[in-house]
């Protein structure tokens, strides 16, 4: 059964500091994406990485994919209130196929 | 993306009746869609593959005859919660897949309330 750790779980910081989630598994999938839900809600992608060792960047954000394809981080510089919400790493694993969803993260910044 | 709506957005129903949602691929034919649960704070658990004109792959642990889902053409799909219950409560969520990279673009959900 495929798994995919994501942590923290939860995590509540002042506007302005940086964070990182991380998303592991011992898994090899053929890409990860990285989602952000607000409450009621679906999720919305905000990038999807492919190649071993990828680094993009989205604004504040940048996201890495391992270099084994099997973790990826998330990280975001001066984090903002309006950066609040749940964000969802899911991997895919075969083409065409289901997505493996991490546990997701519960950011709250406050301001 | 391709675009994803649902139907309805929200419902309140009495234990024992049956739901039907919505889900449509508005700029897009999907061939597959997902249908996922989620309860408050925790992540999407995959319920069901919906494929088109054939009968949908469930995972395990969800009954098939309890969430029905049809898939009957390209842009729509049905999640019908049969005899409905209160621990049926919960946030609904269809997906299709499209893009390069075989993403999977969301609909915005439906809230499932069973009194």
């Known amino acids: 059964t495929q798994l995919l750790e994501q942590s923290p779980q939860f995590l509540s910081i002042q506007e302005g500091e940086n964070l990182t989630v991380y998303c592991n598994s011992s898994s090899v999938f053929s890409s990860l994406q990285w989602y952000r839900q607000e409450p009621g809600e679906g999720p919305v992608l905000l990038v999807t990485v492919v190649t071993g060792g990828e680094v993009k960047k989205l604004k504040r954000l940048t996201f890495q994919f391992g270099d084994a394809r099997k973790d990826s981080s998330l990280h975001i510089t001066a984090a903002q209130p309006g950066d609040t919400g749940l964000y969802l790493c899911?991997?895919?694993?075969?083409?065409?196929?289901?997505?493996?969803f991490g546990q997701g993260t519960e950011l709250s910044v406050k301001p | 993306g391709a675009v994803v709506s649902q139907h309805p957005s929200w419902v309140i129903c009495k234990s024992g009746t049956s739901v039907k949602i919505e889900c449509r691929s508005l700029?897009?034919?999907?061939?597959?869609m997902f249908w996922y649960r989620q309860f408050p704070k925790q992540s999407l658990m995959l319920m069901a593959t919906?494929?088109?004109?054939?009968?949908?792959?469930?995972e395990q642990g969800v009954e098939k005859d309890k969430f029905l889902i049809n898939h009957a053409s390209l842009t729509l799909s049905t999640l019908t919660v049969t005899s409905a219950h209160p621990e049926d409560s919960s946030f609904y969520i269809c997906?299709?897949?499209?893009?390069?990279?075989?993403?999977?673009?969301f609909g915005p959900g439906t809230r499932l309330t069973v009194l």
């Open positions: 997906s299709t897949v499209g893009g390069r990279d075989n993403e999977q673009f």
């Open positions: 899911a991997g895919l694993y075969n083409q065409g196929g289901k997505l493996i």
């Open positions: 919906s494929n088109e004109g054939s009968k949908a792959t469930y």
């Open positions: 700029d897009f034919q999907a061939t597959t």
